[in-house]
């Protein structure tokens, strides 16, 4: 694999005096998409947070092109390049779609893809339409697609994206699908969860399945599906 642009190295966080992860290891090279696949409370969105910095990790590295980011403030990680499309998906309610994304342009890093509010709307037609309406009346996919968008003009390096196809209609969930490997073949890299396996296998190079706060397999989608016995002890609902 290529020299990692992301890698978490030895984390562990707590809520309280929960230990939620118990030293995550993966890395993410230039250009790849890797799920992290689990059950409910393996430590999914834990990993995601505290690599954004919103859960501080205990111990631990995360390094973006080698920089170690662990424990800095989540707005400090998202100017060094790391993007966050969160399962709550956290939009301005008051504001409109157009003021949403223009909250989420930055500059962004050396390197990083740059991406244009006309790229959104190409992704996403929907949201041309409401460019003028509140945030607040959109439809659950529509805010989906809002976050994403946000979070693309910040001209990340690396995009983490919490089960974005949570709750949504069959159309949009393929939608949310097709732009994920679209803004990869444009050059960021991804690190996704995901609760549809068929989703996760489709658009991953790797796959990290976690259980207990840990990664407990890794592997491409063919070694995956090759793993029945993995899929029945930690996927399998």
């Known amino acids: 694999m290529s020299e990692a642009i992301l ?22 090279a230039p250009g790849e998409v890797v ?4 059950r409910n409370g393996s430590g999914r969105s834990t990993t995601m947070k505290s690599v954004m910095g919103l ?5 631990g590295r995360v390094l973006l092109r080698g920089e170690d980011l662990a424990g800095q403030r989540s707005f400090t990680v998202c100017r ?3 993007g ?32 244009e509010v006309k790229e959104m709307f190409t992704y996403f037609p929907r949201l041309r339409e409401r460019r003028n309406t509140r945030a607040g009346s959109l439809s659950g996919g529509e805010q989906q697609m809002l976050t994403m968008c946000r979070s693309l003009l910040g001209n990340p ?18 939608v949310v699908g097709e732009v994920i490997e679209d803004i990869n073949r444009r050059g960021v890299s991804v690190v996704l969860v995901e609760q549809k396996l068929s989703i996760a296998l489709k658009v991953s190079n790797r796959l990290c399945v976690m259980g207990h706060g840990q990664i407990v ?17 930690w996927l399998a609902v």
């Open 35 to 38: 799920s992290l696949l689990g």
């Open 157 to 174: 390096l690396v995009m983490l994206i919490d089960e974005p196809t949570e709750g949504l209609a069959p159309k949009i969930v393929a």
């Open 7 to 28: 890698s978490v190295q030895g984390l562990h966080a707590h809520y309280g005096k929960s230990h939620i992860l118990q030293g995550v290891n993966f890395d993410v």
């Open 84 to 115: 966050y499309v969160p399962e709550e998906r956290d939009i301005f309610l008051n504001l409109t779609v157009d003021e949403n994304l223009e909250m989420g342009r930055q500059r962004g890093p050396e390197g990083a893809t740059r991406w």
């Open 217 to 233: 397999f890794e592997g491409t989608p063919a070694e995956l599906e090759g793993r029945p016995d993995v899929t029945e002890e």
């Open 55 to 59: 859960v501080p990790p205990s111990s």
């Open 80 to 82: 060094r390049g790391i």
